[in-house]
């Protein structure tokens, strides 16, 4: 069974332009969360997709913003990057939320 | 709300020794726990998990967790640490939100093992 896939690995960006991460769940999951992790930080929690829908949501500015496919396949999208978006962005997926998450190996956005 | 307290950004050890990485928890549900590793330019790899039952959680690559309620402890621990344990371990409580689990991490406990 193939794992969570997210593409791309990495990623360079300047500042104000924007940006879309993909992530292809475990084959049967239908939830879909995405977290930022940072040094100084840690891993904060950006939102929850089931079933096309967003179920829950962190605590970030609305610049930060996702969308799930009907095949479960989830986006998340950055608009007008700054600095401080530079991070590991992982994505992790379950089959219905209730059960512990799989995680891809993430993609890891550099801000210039 | 729910929080996690992971006890030491870095542990070190000698191969062969007791590994103990510390997590302590706030929630105001019955939580669920978890111990996750991640090694470098990795995601996340569930080691273990609490949901119910019984207390010792064993998990996978000899790791195993103890839930006690009354410390709101759910430390790590494994007997002989071995060269390939050297990673970041991550200690996680969930309760239910919204319609599922969103997990709340630790900080993380970098452990180092020493030849």
């Known amino acids: 069974k193939a794992g969570v896939t997210q593409t791309p690995r990495y990623l360079i960006k300047t500042r104000g332009q924007q940006v879309t991460l993909s992530c292809s769940p475990i084959?049967?999951?239908?939830?879909v969360s995405w977290y930022q992790q940072t040094p100084g930080q840690g891993l904060q929690f950006l939102f929850e997709?089931?079933?096309?829908?967003?179920?829950n949501k962190g605590n970030f500015p609305g610049r930060f913003s996702g969308r799930q496919f009907s095949n479960s396949r989830s986006e998340m999208n950055v608009s007008t990057l700054e600095l401080g978006d530079s991070a590991l962005y992982l994505c992790?997926?379950?089959?219905?939320?209730?059960?512990?998450?799989?995680f891809g190996d993430g993609t890891r956005l550099s801000i210039l | 709300a729910q929080s996690v307290t992971q006890l030491g950004s870095h542990v070190s050890v000698s191969e062969g020794a007791l590994v103990l990485l510390r997590c302590n928890y706030s929630s105001s549900v019955p939580p669920y726990l978890f111990w996750y590793v991640q090694y470098p330019n990795q995601g996340l790899q569930l080691l273990l998990k609490?949901?119910?039952?019984?207390?010792l959680v064993k998990g996978i690559n000899g790791f195993e967790a103890e839930f006690k309620k009354s410390e709101t402890s759910f430390h790590l621990t494994k007997p002989s640490a071995h060269m390939s344990d050297a990673a970041e371990y991550f200690c996680?409580?969930?309760?239910?939100?919204?319609?599922?689990?969103?997990?709340?991490f630790g900080r993380g406990t970098s452990l180092i093992v020493h030849p």
């Open positions: 996680a409580v969930s309760g239910r939100a919204g319609g599922s689990y969103i997990p709340t």
């Open positions: 084959s049967g999951h239908r939830s």
């Open positions: 997709y089931f079933s096309e829908t967003q179920r």
């Open positions: 992790a997926s379950s089959s219905d939320g209730n059960q512990p998450q799989h």
């Open positions: 609490y949901t119910t039952g019984a207390t």
